[in-house]
């Protein structure tokens, strides 16, 4: 376990406020995202936890579409945006699959 996706905004930062996941084209119970973390760093290796989802049933299905908020108060700004998955997926391996994730927010 161990699986996840990070994006690098190189020069610029970015003040996440939502992020949306669409699930991949798959059955219910399939390798739809169950468990993560979405996390911010400014250094590839201190990581900020800005929101996390256990058992998660809004993208248990195929192409379906949730937007989640993120916890940011201080409206941080991050160079980096990861999400790792912290669990089993919904057929209860550890694969981390869905279709798209676009995150919300003001790019700096």
């Given at each position: ?24 084209d798959a ?76 995150f919300h927010?003001?790019f700096h």
């Amino acid at each position: 376990m161990n699986q996840w996706i990070c994006f690098d905004f190189k020069d610029h930062r970015v003040v996440p406020k939502k992020y949306s996941i669409r699930s991949c084209d798959a059955p219910q119970n399939d390798f739809h995202p169950r468990n993560w973390v979405i996390e911010g760093s400014n250094d590839n290796n201190n990581w900020v936890a800005l929101d996390q989802q256990s058992n998660c049933l809004y993208l248990n299905g195929p192409s379906y579409v949730h937007t989640f908020d993120i916890c940011n108060p201080k409206n941080d700004e991050y160079r980096f945006l990861r999400m790792r998955s912290t669990g089993c997926d919904w057929k209860n391996l550890l694969y981390l699959c869905f279709n798209c994730i676009e995150f919300h927010g003001e790019f700096h």
